[in-house]
């Protein structure tokens, strides 16, 4: 299974970026599909998930600021990041979790500066 995320990029305070991600190479849907981002010297921390059910989770500070949203494939999930912040910055990772095991993308980069 790999995942490709993409959308990157480097952005100035308050602005907007969409990211994708699709995993490939498994017949089984993913059960979770989400982001984690890692900012330097900083611990990899959850942004967003989201369930087969249709639930959605966030961590705090992006709640209201960020969105995820699943495609038509259920393997297929984006991340819309509105007024972002500098201090968003950081590499974003894809995650899923097909039948019970963890895979992760390669990261993009998300840069918030003037």
């Known amino acids: 299974v790999q995942l490709q995320a993409s959308g990157g990029g480097l952005v100035q305070p308050g602005g907007s970026l969409r990211l994708s991600c699709t995993a490939s190479g498994s017949v089984f849907s993913a059960s979770v599909m989400g982001w984690y981002r890692q900012a330097p010297g900083k611990q990899r921390e959850l942004v967003a998930l989201?369930?087969?059910?249709?639930?959605?989770s966030y961590a705090d500070s992006m709640k209201g600021r960020f969105t995820i949203s699943r495609g038509n494939s259920k393997n297929t999930v984006y991340l819309q990041m509105n007024s972002l912040k500098p201090e968003d910055t950081a590499d974003y990772y894809c995650y899923a979790l097909i039948i019970r095991t963890a895979y992760w993308g390669q990261g993009t980069l998300v840069t918030v500066s003037s």
């Open positions: 989201f369930t087969d059910d249709g639930r959605t």
